[in-house]
C-alpha cells in the first residue's frame, strides 16, 4: 500500500510541478499585462476581474507550491485544477477552461469516484460544466457557446475511446466490473465498502500477496524475494487466494479487490 501511494504522490507532484509554470506564467501576465484587456473586458465578471483574477491566480499558485512541498492531500491539486477551469470559463479562457474541466472529472474518476452512481455523477458534472459554459452566451455569443459545446463533447469521445481501448486493464474505474464465476468461499461485504483482510483468517504471508497483488507489477518471483520466501510458496498462497475469492487468476483478483477499501 506504501508503494502505490508513493508512486500516486510522485505523478501528481510532477503533475503539480508543471501547472505550477502554467499559473506562475498567467499571474506575471496579470501583474504585468494587467486584465483590462480582452477576452476580460468582455467577461461577465468585468470590472471585477481587476482583482478577482490575480487573487484567483495568486491563490492557486500557493496552494500548488504547499501540495509540491507536503503531497499528502491529492484532492487539493484537482480542487486547484477545478477552480481554474471555471476562472477560465467564466473569465473568457473557455477553451483552457474546458480542457482543464475535462481532464479534472477525468482524474477523479480515476481515484475511482464513478465506483458508486456514475450516471447520476457524470449528469451532474457535465450539467455544471454546460451551465459554466451557458454564461457565454451574453458576453461572447452563441458561437462560442456552441464551439466549447463542441469542444466538450470531442474532449470527452477522446476519453471514451482511449478507456475503451483499454477496457481490460481499466474496467474496474467505471462501475462495478464483472467477476466471471464469481463465487467466493469467503463472506465479502458489499463492493465499495471496506474490507478488513486481517478479519478474513487469511495468513500474513496471504495478506501481504493481496497488497502486491493490488498496489504493484510484481511478479511471483518478485513478491517471493521481498516477503523472502520460495516461489512456489508465494504461488501456493495464491492458488489458495484465487480459490477463497471465487476467481481464475490473478488479474481477477486484483479487479474484484480494487472495488473495496482494503485494510
Known sequence: MKQSTNKKTKLFRILAFFGLGFLLTGTINNFIIGVNHLPFTKSILYPHTNYLVPIINVSCTFFTIIFILCPTKIWLILFVLLVEATHLILTGYHYIGVFLYINSLILFFCFGYAQKKFKLK??????????????????????????????????????????????????????????????????????????????????????????????????????????????STVKKNMQDLYKLFGVKNREMLRLLLIQYTII
Open 122 to 231: 457524470s449528469i451532474v458534472s457535465i450539467s455544471i460544466l454546460f451551465f459554466l459554459l451557458f454564461t457565454l452566451i451574453p458576453s461572447y455569443g452563441l458561437g462560442e457557446f456552441f464551439f466549447s459545446i463542441g469542444l466538450t463533447f470531442f474532449s470527452l469521445a477522446c476519453y471514451v475511446i482511449i478507456y475503451k481501448l483499454l477496457s481490460d486493464k481499466l474496467s474496474f474505474l467505471l462501475g462495478d466490473y464483472y467477476i466471471p464465476d464469481y463465487a467466493p468461499l469467503l463472506d465479502l461485504p458489499e463492493k465499495g465498502s471496506t474490507l478488513d483482510l486481517h478479519k478474513l483468517n487469511l495468513t500474513e504471508r496471504q495478506i501481504a500477496c493481496i497488497h502486491y497483488t493490488i498496489d504493484s507489477t510484481y511478479n511471483y518471483k518478485k513478491i517471493a524475494e521481498e516477503l523472502i520466501t520460495s516461489e
